[in-house]
T-cell receptor, first 112, second 113 residues
């Protein structure tokens, strides 16, 4: 298995909703990442997990809450989002040594 | 710090034309270099990579050579197809315990039949 699987592919949520994005990989990668991508822009790093521990939080608002329950799963919990949070949310995983780095196909989030 | 500067787009070419997308970088340490491609409505796919100076990455007719002396990693393809229309991102990472990718701004390529 050489894929990073993200669900759902599309999500529409209201500003008072709570939802979660899910990411799964079975490549044995011990680093996992959340990126946010706005249209026509490069991905922006949000969070990095290394050995299931949060190692980097790029000053992301608390309405985004990451969770890494085990070495294969990564979640992003969403609460009280704003319309400007609408974007493509990408999960990625990588080896800690070497150069393997794999992206999922993303969740396209719309906040209404 | 680390940064990647990419050729401004959009780029529009006719089918079978030659493609070059310029990419230069600044980095502390010895980076690995990547080209990612993003087709409309999709995530990022690794197109090719190079991990040390003078390495050439290649895939699907695309090539890029890691030039340490000019800190460049330009993407080339001899004959583009309509199906190559996408956004192309140059990126680098520095080896470490958990590596972040530093991206260029992206170049939109449109190939016309």
């Amino acid at each position: 298995d050489t894929e990073v699987t993200q669900t759902p592919k599309h999500l529409v949520m209201g500003m008072t909703n709570k939802k979660s994005l899910k990411c799964e990989q079975h490549m044995g990668h011990r680093a996992m990442y959340w990126y946010k991508q706005k249209a026509k822009k490069p991905p922006e790093l949000m969070f990095v997990y290394s050995y299931e521990k949060l190692s980097i939080n790029e000053s992301v608002p608390s309405r985004f809450s990451p969770e890494c329950p085990n070495s294969s799963l990564l979640n992003l919990h969403l609460h009280a989002l704003q319309p400007e949070d609408s974007a493509l949310y990408l999960c990625a995983s990588s080896q800690l040594q070497g150069t393997g780095y794999t992206f999922g196909s993303g969740t396209r989030l719309t906040v209404v | 710090g680390n940064s990647v500067t990419q050729m401004e787009g959009p780029v529009t070419l006719s089918e079978e034309a030659f493609l070059t997308i310029n990419c230069t970088y600044t980095a502390t340490g010895y980076p690995s270099l990547f080209w990612y491609v993003q087709y409309p409505g999709e995530g990022l796919q690794l197109l090719l990579k190079a991990t040390k100076a003078d390495d050439k990455g290649s895939n699907k007719g695309f090539e890029a050579t890691y030039r340490k002396e000019t800190t460049s990693f330009h993407l080339e393809k001899g004959s583009v197809q309509v199906s190559d229309s996408a956004v192309y991102f140059c990126a680098l990472s520095i080896s470490g315990s958990a590596r972040q990718l530093t991206f260029g701004s992206g170049t939109q390529l449109t190939v016309l039949p």
